[in-house]
């Protein structure tokens, strides 16, 4: 059976009121879409996942969580923050296999809620196509069943079909360069090259990039609906900013050991074995091997230097 969504950060339908950011009692409540509702995870161990649209830092000690199926809505602890443009899981009992309301409310003001029915999938995620907002957030073929990827980047949906350049297939797209750990603030320098390996255009759509450390991190594509990109040719994708193509920052690179890997709606295209790459180096790839560089070279032909 279909799910049937209902967002009332952006429809007037499911009630909710409108207005910006407002006080209350000396505190600040977020504005409706200054958080977003991302991911629901039906089965297992369940919880929901929200995103900050915002270039601020929010607080959820002011903000309430409630869950509910057939019965009373539930209220679920929040606290701590959300960084601007990264998401934060928020654990919770159970939510309802039948169908439910999850709502995000401050001071009993709306700031988004989301009516889903049957589970037909054990995680129900957002499109990770585009940076999660309120106007995606409103669209019910922006939902999808996915694996899940608790407080990383959502894997784009699939239900995109692009004339013209095929989606790149296994070898096609490499990756060649990445700077994960660069002089001053992370999210103003990290990005990953990629090389186009391809003897013909492909396009992007569908691609995430997938970090395994310590933990698993996933980074979807911000580009234009079926970008396409050029054979023989360096793409750098930077973690993060206004400009497109780029990566949905969530928490960023890993600075230590790590194994990179580029997926197409699920498929393998590359794996990376990253081991360099220091504070203000590059991880570059050259003559068939990965090296260390102090002249990180975006766009541009690798060179290895001390």
């Known amino acids: 059976m279909r799910r049937v969504l209902c967002f009332a950060a952006a429809t007037a339908a499911c009630g909710a009121p409108s207005g910006g950011a407002f006080e209350s009692d000396g505190r600040v409540c977020p504005?409706?879409?200054?958080?977003?509702?991302?991911?629901?995870?039906?089965?297992?161990?369940?919880y929901v996942e929200v995103y900050n649209?915002?270039?601020?830092?929010?607080s959820l000690d002011d903000v309430a969580l409630s869950v509910a199926g057939s019965g009373a809505p539930r209220r679920v602890e929040t606290s701590g923050e959300v960084a601007a443009g990264d998401y934060r899981v928020v654990p919770v009992a159970a939510l309802a296999d039948a169908g439910g309301v999850v709502a995000l409310a401050c001071d009993d003001r709306m700031l988004d809620e989301v009516r889903y029915s049957a589970a037909e999938s054990?995680?129900?995620?957002?499109?990770?196509?585009?940076?999660?907002?309120?106007?995606?957030?409103?669209?019910?073929?922006?939902?999808?069943?996915?694996p899940g990827t608790a407080g990383g980047g959502n894997a784009p949906c699939g239900n995109r079909v692009c004339d013209?350049?095929?989606?790149?297939?296994?070898g096609e797209l490499l990756v060649?360069?990445?700077?994960r750990d660069p002089v001053g603030a992370d999210a103003d320098g990290e990005w990953v090259e990629l090389y186009v390996a391809a003897d013909a255009s492909v396009t992007l759509d569908g691609l995430v990039v997938e970090e395994v450390a310590s933990s698993t991190r996933r980074f979807s594509l911000v580009a234009p609906p079926c970008f396409e990109v050029e054979?023989?040719?360096?793409?750098?994708l930077p973690l993060g900013g206004e400009e497109e193509p780029r990566l949905v920052r969530g928490s960023g690179l890993f600075n230590d050991d790590a194994v990179l890997t580029l997926r197409v709606d699920g498929a393998l295209i590359d794996r990376a074995d990253i081991t360099c790459g220091r504070a203000g180096t590059s991880c570059a790839w050259v003559d068939d091997t990965w090296c260390e560089t102090t002249n990180p070279t975006p766009g541009k032909e690798n060179h290895c230097a001390p």
């Open 122 to 146: 054990d995680v129900w995620a957002l499109d990770g196509a585009n940076p999660p907002d309120a106007a995606a957030n409103d669209i019910v073929d922006n939902w999808c069943g996915q």
């Open 176 to 179: 060649n360069e990445v700077m």
């Open 231 to 236: 054979p023989r040719t360096l793409v750098v």
């Open 164 to 170: 013209g350049a095929a989606k790149p297939r296994r």
């Open 53 to 58: 649209t915002t270039a601020r830092v929010l």
């Open 31 to 46: 504005a409706l879409g200054d958080l977003v509702i991302t991911e629901l995870a039906i089965r297992g161990v369940s």
